[in-house]
């Protein structure tokens, strides 16, 4: 009965990415905690940068700054 | 004071269905918990099939194999 | 496969009242969305007053201040 | 290491808006709870007003109403 | 910058098993998305099962039918 | 209408502290966005240490090594 929520910032990852990183969690889950992957769920929120804050400023910010 | 956040999959709800869910989730809340309408809160977060996991694969992945 | 999260301040709701909370916002997604009940989810959390603002004050403040 | 999830309608706040709220929120827990902003998150969430119910009404409802 | 948040029932997972989800989980975004563990957050919510609802009914519900 | 979540680690904040930041993020959010402080809520989330996963370590771990 896991309920997941990934956020992350929206990067670009591809639909197999996403799929796998739900195969993996899923498998974490199942093997540590015994869980049963018919009653988890992994969902993914995939965050613009302009709304994602690190260290008090906007990824978009941070990347700025960084260029 | 109820916040109610509200995750399903990206599947064509209308917005007269969402207002449906609104009410009928706020009317619960008020009929069972004697909630004040007023400062209860039904918010509906919508998800892509990619990104929503269950039993280890992403909804996409699952409604393919299902064809 | 909706997921609902309920937030409420922590104020002695009990086991059959969330019993209730549940099977009244499952209804509302099976009827209203068609959903399927085996895989809908709906979780509560109750916070305490401390933790809950509202207006700019937490709960426990408002409350003292309306008595 | 806060993490904090902000959900607002989708109202039009702009790029600099909200860098301005990731500053002043990653502020107001350095400044109260001394904590260090290379490990505080601020994620912001703009939900459509068809998906935001308050009082039993979806906010576009609300807002229909109000004219 | 991935957020993890996991909601399990309150089942008597160990210190030792939620450091093994944890690692394991922010593995599979390192190794999948290449994801900084440094700023990678993994935060298990142990929810009891009066607060926790699947197919209408509380998880406490299940469990004693299922007896 | 915001709604704000913020997830801490469980390390003593008090009733004061925790009113200061609610006053504070609401604050932020009435200042910069123009809300109503009177439909914000900010909901705080302890969280023990076990529970808190940073570097793919609980904070439980990353304490005990940093002794």
């Known amino acids: 009965m896991p309920v997941v929520n990934i956020q992350i910032t929206r990067d670009g990852a591809t639909a197999e990415q996403k799929a796998e990183v739900i195969a993996g969690v899923t498998d974490v889950l199942v093997r540590v905690l015994n869980k049963d992957p018919a009653t988890t769920f992994v ?9 994602w804050g690190h260290a008090g400023k906007s990824v978009t910010q941070l990347r700025a700054l960084a260029k």
Chains 1, 2, 3, 4, 5, 6 share one sequence.
């Open 43 to 51: 969902i993914i929120d995939e965050v613009d940068t302009d709304n």
